[in-house]
């Protein structure tokens, strides 16, 4: 079973609107983390927003935050006011805590957002 | 601060031939390093986690002959691609664990002809 489900391959907004991007996860871990990354064009993977199981608020940077809804196992990303930059690649992934010496990411499939004009 | 860096950038070579990519955790150290590889419109997939000092310990159905991972220091880890051939095509990106959290490295294109 997939621990990391992106449902939305891709998705268009317009400019200055918000958007909703879903992540949903799959865990029996009671501790872990849940990570934001974008990619742009040029491939590199910029780090957004963490969010942690044990975190009582949602995570908020600047135009990004997580609406975290623990009982659902879900980690949407919501991006305010979109901007042309915005248009990329967005991956969720989680870090298990247990059986994770090595603390790898679990990445989900990700999902291409396109702002338009 | 926590940036990682890749070399090179990118890369072409032709089939058959070895290919070493480096990554370096420039301003941290660095005692955990993961390895991704990323085909065209796909999400990443982890390679290998490597350990300063240790083998490296690679994902199901990556082998381990064909992707020599060596993460000689705390701040360097180099994945050398073994005769490498067309279907080894693909965006390769390494990442750093550090103390506050997890770095990526901006990649390396690399195409096999």
């Known amino acids: 079973a997939q621990k990391i489900t992106q449902t939305q391959p891709g998705m268009f907004v317009q400019e200055k609107e918000a958007v909703t991007l879903d992540c949903t996860y799959d865990?029996?871990?009671?501790?872990?983390?849940l990570f934001w990354y974008k990619q742009p064009s040029s491939g590199e993977m910029i780090f957004l927003i963490y969010?942690?199981?044990?975190?009582?608020q949602n995570a908020t940077e600047g135009r990004y935050s997580l609406n975290f809804q623990k009982a659902r196992k879900s980690a949407n990303l919501v991006i305010s006011a979109s901007q042309l930059g915005d248009s990329a690649m967005y991956f969720c992934?989680?870090?298990?805590?247990?059986?994770?010496?090595?603390?790898?990411?679990?990445f989900g499939g990700g999902t291409r957002l396109m702002v338009k004009p | 601060g926590a940036v990682v860096s890749q070399h090179p950038s990118w890369v072409i070579c032709k089939s058959g031939t070895s290919v070493k990519i480096e990554c370096r955790s420039l301003?941290?150290?660095?005692?955990?390093m993961f390895w991704y590889r990323q085909f065209p419109k796909q999400s990443l997939m982890l390679m290998a986690t490597?350990?300063?000092?240790?083998?490296?310990?690679?994902e199901q159905g990556v082998e381990k002959d064909k992707f020599l991972i060596n993460h000689a220091s705390l701040t360097l880890s180099t994945l050398t691609v073994t005769s490498a051939h067309p279907e080894d095509s693909s965006f390769y990106i390494c990442?750093?664990?550090?103390?506050?959290?997890?770095?990526f490295g901006p990649g390396t294109r690399l195409t096999v002809t």
């Open positions: 865990t029996s871990d009671p501790s872990y983390g």
């Open positions: 490597s350990n300063e000092g240790s083998k490296a310990t690679y």
């Open positions: 969010q942690g199981s044990y975190d009582q």
């Open positions: 992934a989680m870090r298990e805590r247990t059986n994770n010496a090595g603390n790898m990411l679990t």
């Open positions: 301003d941290f150290q660095a005692t955990t």
């Open positions: 990442s750093a664990r550090g103390q506050f959290g997890q770095y």
